[in-house]
């Protein structure tokens, strides 16, 4: 059995193939995980905001003496 030039530029070509699938599912999916982690954080802070708002920090001081 002789391999031919032809033979593993074919399987190289088709190994490329398979990288090139697996790189952009991998770029898809931190994509939406990174947008994820965006709206995540943006709810918070809105909340944290929201919740600052109704109950504002009260400060009382005595004076001893």
Do not use: F
């Not at 991998?26 to 982690?37: D, E, F, L, M, S």
């Not at 109704?54 to 001081?61: D, F, H, I, P, T």
């Amino acid at each position: 059995m002789t391999v031919e030039r032809s033979d593993l530029e074919d399987k190289l070509r088709e190994i490329q193939g398979v990288i090139d699938e697996t790189a952009e599912g991998a770029r898809n999916v931190g994509v939406a995980a990174a947008i994820g982690v965006v709206v995540l954080l943006l709810i918070v802070y809105l909340m944290g905001r929201r919740k600052g708002r109704k109950g504002s920090a009260l400060v009382e001081v005595y004076r001893l003496g």
